[in-house]
């Protein structure tokens, strides 16, 4: 706040109550997670149409409070590995970073929203089974979701008991009046690309567009 000073100086005082320094609200991170000697990690092998040679990511775990009720693993670095040296630069930068993030402790499932919502200007590529995704970035992003679900960071995005129901009608639904009509993926040749699961497996029903991935339907 500015205050005028309409007045003449005569004396001035230094502040010593904490509450009237300005600093106090300042608040401080804590200090980077120390590597331990011994880590343990789990290494993924991802083969992309981007790419001509595979991808191995690894991703290794420091254990907290180790031994008491609270012992629970969480990401502390990762690593990038592959014959393919086109993307290496940028690769290191962005593992470094992450693997910063991770040491500083606190949440990090935000970096999956930044990583998956990054969109290759040239185009995107399918994977089996049907998953869109938009950039090797995403990819990444994937792999981290993943690994993250593994080590109980994050809860599973597997359907309901109810949601499994629903879509293994609509999908029987279908293929009573449309035999032979399945891709490789399972979902019908014509299917649409899903808004919310980010797979082509939304087809017409009833005059409503439903996903026989996860059971998204426009009609509610």
Request: hydrophobic share 30%; glycine share 8%; aromatic share 6%.
């Amino acid at each position: 706040m500015v205050k005028k000073i309409e007045k003449k100086i005569v004396g001035y005082s230094v502040l010593n109550d904490k509450n009237d320094d300005p600093k106090a609200d300042v608040v401080q991170l804590g200090e980077p997670l120390e590597r331990p000697e011994h880590i343990r990690g789990t290494t993924y092998k991802v083969k992309t149409p981007v790419t001509e040679h595979a991808l191995y990511i690894t991703i290794n775990d420091v254990v907290m409070n180790e031994g008491t009720d609270q012992e629970h693993s969480r990401p502390f670095e990762i690593f990038i590995n592959s014959k393919n040296m086109d993307h290496f630069q940028w690769i290191v930068g962005l593992t470094r970073v992450m693997s910063a993030v991770f040491r500083k402790g606190g949440d990090v499932t935000f970096l999956l929203e930044e990583l998956q919502s990054v969109f290759d200007p040239n185009g995107g590529y399918y994977k089996k089974g049907g998953k869109y995704v938009p950039s090797l970035v995403a990819e990444i992003g994937e792999v981290l979701e993943k690994h993250l679900i593994d080590i109980g960071m994050l809860k599973t995005k597997e359907l309901d008991e109810h949601q499994k129901k629903l879509v293994e009608e609509k999908k029987k639904e279908y293929l009573d009046k449309n035999q032979d009509q399945l891709d490789e993926s399972g979902f019908p040749k014509d299917s649409q690309l899903c808004s919310k699961c980010n797979t082509k497996a939304a087809i017409l029903m009833d005059g409503c567009l439903t996903c026989l991935n996860c059971g998204e339907s426009k009609c509610g």
